[in-house]
């Protein structure tokens, strides 16, 4: 036994010895092999400069400063007088300078083995670093870079879209070279989505240098692949059109081609990206935090509100794909419906109800009851199989990062995400885009072009990135022609006869406009309300969305509109009269030809 012991320890101890002798004559050898490599050679990354974005017209969104960095020379002690002087040279020649922060950023960064110049100011514009340039240019210890400092010169009108560049965090640093180097990404917006694209491929240079880090001779030299520009589909003209005409109230506008390229797209209220550039302050990111208008987010894809009448096209689609001939039958409306032997009314808008309803006329004046009444004949899980493939609770896929889904709900989305069973209630208020619906106003411009065009499009921002156009993606959905046919009368109907619920701000308009008004709950309506209050009598919060969405020309649909105001009320009287500026500007400015 004590063989075996002392046998086990001989090995053990063995073992211990030829892995200690490994690591020290092999494995380190690579490492000081590399360390001696670096002594005598110097390898030095290359910046690239960040591609800028630009509008379909070719106005910059997103642009470069020039300016410069400062950086001091390693190996200099926290407490020794020739950093205090070089510090002190510094602040006197740039008194916006902080002391203190630059001799933090260079005893951090300051290390035996790290022989690169340490960055203590990132960026100091061009005409300030005029006059000090000479000065500073003979001091051994100081090494001014070219450098450049993200600039958005049309701030809060397309912030939403651009998004802005911040500092890199440790984990994106880790994961990308070029913004280890950098230290700025996307982060949000296009800059985040096509960060990749837009940063560009470090370039290098490596030098022969002496012992004390002279370089003496160039060895090897690669430019860096950068000045990859977007070129969008928006107009920047009618984003600042569509922003004014908000006044100070929440919403979001978005207008896109029937091919599925966004002219614009405007999340009211919203920032300044500037703010983000060189790092936010407190008090700046408190008030975007606690306004309850919500700047901070792009109402666009982040934005879910119940869609309210608008998913009426849909709705009725749904029910024709689920059960055939049910739009054939007409449906009598009395102001509403009751279930079994419950009291429970589910009311339509009118309380004097529509009488008999077809398919056209459900359309042209939203009547309530002939989707409630269809929807019991098809059931939820059909009606939200068919709406997710008219893209209503599924991401768009628009190139724009962290896009919401929305949801479209079924039994088992219920049963998944509070643990209860569908009732026949919830499948009513579901086919008047009411309950759990909830869509992001993207999806509504998808839902509304696949209505006017037959094609469910991948909207798409950016028309070309780095010189490569980009094109929409698009699919062709059939349905019953006659069906979709009375459907678009109807949408001609809410626009163009005084019936409608948008006749009076879509009526009159240089071009003929298809649409659909809705009025999205916030707050559920007591059974014992006989006399429901009027919008504007409500608490602000208490209001319902307003919807409007719309196609033009109607014989030859070429652009989708839909606006939503964040309780504005009734979607014709509040959000049609942006809708409508909008079409104005369209054709004024030669989006329309002559009048259609």
Same mark, same amino acid.
């Given at each position: 036994?004590?063989?075996?012991?002392?046998?086990?320890?001989?090995?053990?101890?063995?073992?211990?010895?030829?892995?200690?002798?490994?690591?020290?004559?092999?494995?380190?050898?690579?490492?000081?092999?590399?360390?001696?490599?670096?002594?005598?050679?110097?390898?030095?990354?290359?910046?690239?400069?960040?591609?800028?974005?630009?509008?379909?017209?070719?106005?910059?969104?997103?642009?470069?400063?020039?300016?410069?960095?400062?950086?001091?020379?390693?190996?200099?002690?926290?407490?020794?007088?020739?950093?205090?002087?070089?510090?002190?040279?510094?602040?006197?020649?740039?008194?916006?300078?902080?002391?203190?922060?630059?001799?933090?950023?260079?005893?951090?960064?300051?290390?035996?083995?790290?022989?690169?110049?340490?960055?203590?100011?990132?960026?100091?514009?061009?005409?300030?670093?005029?006059?000090?340039?000479?000065?500073?240019?003979?001091?051994?210890?100081?090494?001014?870079?070219?450098?450049?400092?993200?600039?958005?010169?049309?701030?809060? @009108?397309?912030?939403?879209? =651009?998004?802005? $560049?911040?500092?890199?965090?440790?984990?994106?640093? %880790? #994961? !990308? +070279?070029?913004?280890?180097?950098?230290?700025?990404?996307?982060?949000?917006?296009?800059?985040?989505?096509?960060?990749?694209?837009?940063?560009?491929?470090?370039? @290098?240079?490596?030098?022969? =240098?002496?012992? $004390?880090?002279?370089?003496?001779?160039?060895?090897? %030299? #690669? !430019? +860096?692949?950068?000045?990859?520009?977007?070129?969008?589909?928006?107009?920047?003209?009618?984003?600042?059109?569509?922003?004014?005409?908000?006044?100070?109230?929440?919403?979001?506008?978005?207008?896109?081609?029937?091919?599925?390229?966004?002219?614009?797209?405007?999340?009211?209220?919203?920032?300044?990206?500037?703010?983000?550039?060189?790092?936010?302050?407190?008090?700046?990111?408190?008030?975007?935090?606690?306004?309850?208008?919500?700047?901070?987010?792009?109402?666009?894809?982040?934005?879910?509100?119940?869609?309210?009448?608008?998913?009426?096209?849909?709705?009725?689609?749904?029910?024709?794909?689920?059960?055939?001939?049910?739009?054939?039958?007409?449906?009598?409306?009395?102001?509403?419906?009751?279930?079994?032997?419950?009291?429970?009314?589910?009311?339509?808008?009118?309380?004097?109800?529509?009488?008999?309803?077809?398919?056209?006329?459900?359309?042209?004046?939203?009547?309530?009851?002939?989707?409630?009444?269809?929807?019991?004949?098809?059931?939820?899980?059909?009606?939200?199989?068919?709406?997710?493939?008219?893209?209503?609770?599924?991401?768009?896929?628009?190139?724009?990062?962290?896009?919401?889904?929305?949801?479209?709900?079924?039994?088992?989305?219920?049963?998944?995400?509070?643990?209860?069973?569908?009732?026949?209630?919830?499948?009513?208020?579901?086919?008047?885009?009411?309950?759990?619906?909830?869509?992001?106003?993207?999806?509504?411009?998808?839902?509304?072009?696949?209505?006017?065009?037959?094609?469910?499009?991948?909207?798409?921002?950016?028309?070309?990135?780095?010189?490569?156009?980009?094109?929409?993606?698009?699919?062709?959905?059939?349905?019953?022609?006659?069906?979709?046919?009375?459907?678009?009368?109807?949408?001609?109907?809410?626009?163009?006869?005084?019936?409608?619920?948008?006749?009076?701000?879509?009526?009159?308009?240089?071009?003929?406009?298809?649409?659909?008004?809705?009025?999205?709950?916030?707050?559920?309506?007591?059974?014992?309300?006989?006399?429901?209050?009027?919008?504007?009598?409500?608490?602000?919060?208490?209001?319902?969305?307003?919807?409007?969405?719309?196609?033009?020309?109607?014989?030859?649909?070429?652009?989708?509109?839909?606006?939503?105001?964040?309780?504005?009320?009734?979607?014709?009287?509040?959000?049609?009269?942006?809708?409508?500026?909008?079409?104005?500007?369209?054709?004024?400015?030669?989006?329309?030809?002559?009048?259609?």
């Amino acid at each position: 036994m004590r063989y075996k012991i002392a046998l086990v320890v001989f090995l053990i101890f063995w073992g211990a010895m030829i892995a200690r002798l490994y690591h020290v004559s092999i494995k380190s050898n690579f490492y000081y092999q590399k360390l001696a490599k670096e002594n005598i050679e110097r390898k030095q990354f290359i910046k690239p400069v960040r591609g800028e974005i630009m509008d379909a017209n070719g106005n910059l969104l997103v642009m470069n400063q020039i300016g410069f960095s400062v950086s001091i020379e390693p190996h200099l002690k926290a407490d020794s007088p020739m950093l205090e002087a070089v510090v002190d040279t510094l602040v006197e020649n740039f008194p916006d300078l902080n002391k203190t922060i630059m001799m933090k950023v260079y005893t951090k960064n300051n290390s035996p083995y790290n022989h690169k110049f340490i960055k203590v100011v990132d960026f100091i514009h061009y005409p300030d670093m005029m006059g000090a340039y000479p000065k500073l240019s003979l001091m051994p210890q100081i090494q001014i870079e070219a450098e450049t400092k993200r600039y958005y010169p049309y701030g809060k @009108y397309c912030s939403h879209i =651009v998004g802005y $560049t911040g500092r890199s965090n440790e984990k994106e640093n %880790k #994961e !990308d +070279p070029v913004v280890d180097e950098v230290g700025k990404i996307g982060k949000s917006g296009l800059e985040k989505y096509y960060n990749d694209v837009l940063q560009g491929e470090l370039g @290098y240079e490596i030098t022969k =240098v002496t012992a $004390t880090n002279q370089a003496i001779d160039i060895l090897e %030299k #690669e !430019d +860096p692949k950068d000045n990859k520009n977007i070129k969008l589909n928006i107009d920047i003209n009618l984003q600042k059109i569509i922003y004014e005409s908000f006044k100070d109230q929440a919403g979001v506008a978005i207008v896109m081609r029937t091919n599925g390229e966004i002219l614009a797209s405007v999340s009211y209220p919203s920032y300044d990206p500037n703010l983000f550039v060189g790092g936010i302050s407190v008090n700046d990111w408190k008030a975007l935090q606690e306004d309850l208008n919500h700047p901070f987010t792009n109402k666009m894809i982040h934005g879910t509100y119940p869609p309210g009448s608008t998913i009426k096209m849909g709705m009725a689609l749904a029910f024709s794909k689920a059960k055939k001939g049910i739009l054939d039958t007409n449906e009598f409306c009395n102001g509403h419906i009751k279930l079994g032997k419950s009291k429970h009314k589910f009311r339509c808008w009118s309380a004097w109800g529509h009488g008999s309803v077809d398919l056209r006329k459900a359309i042209r004046e939203s009547c309530d009851v002939y989707f409630y009444n269809k929807s019991l004949k098809v059931g939820i899980d059909a009606m939200a199989k068919h709406l997710r493939s008219f893209g209503l609770g599924v991401p768009t896929g628009v190139d724009l990062p962290d896009e919401y889904a929305g949801v479209i709900p079924d039994k088992e989305w219920k049963m998944k995400r509070y643990k209860q069973p569908w009732y026949l209630g919830e499948t009513v208020i579901a086919s008047i885009g009411q309950g759990y619906d909830l869509v992001t106003p993207l999806q509504m411009v998808r839902h509304t072009n696949l209505i006017a065009t037959s094609k469910l499009v991948t909207p798409r921002i950016a028309k070309e990135v780095n010189g490569k156009e980009i094109n929409a993606g698009m699919v062709s959905v059939s349905f019953n022609p006659y069906y979709l046919s009375e459907i678009r009368k109807g949408m001609y109907e809410v626009c163009n006869t005084r019936k409608g619920t948008a006749f009076s701000t879509m009526g009159n308009l240089p071009v003929t406009v298809a649409g659909k008004t809705g009025t999205s709950q916030v707050t559920s309506i007591p059974q014992s309300t006989i006399k429901r209050l009027k919008e504007e009598e409500l608490a602000y919060f208490h209001r319902s969305h307003a919807w409007i969405t719309t196609y033009a020309p109607y014989e030859n649909p070429q652009y989708i509109v839909t606006v939503l105001l964040e309780h504005g009320g009734h979607g014709g009287s509040t959000a049609g009269p942006i809708a409508a500026d909008i079409y104005k500007w369209l054709y004024a400015n030669g989006y329309f030809k002559k009048k259609e």
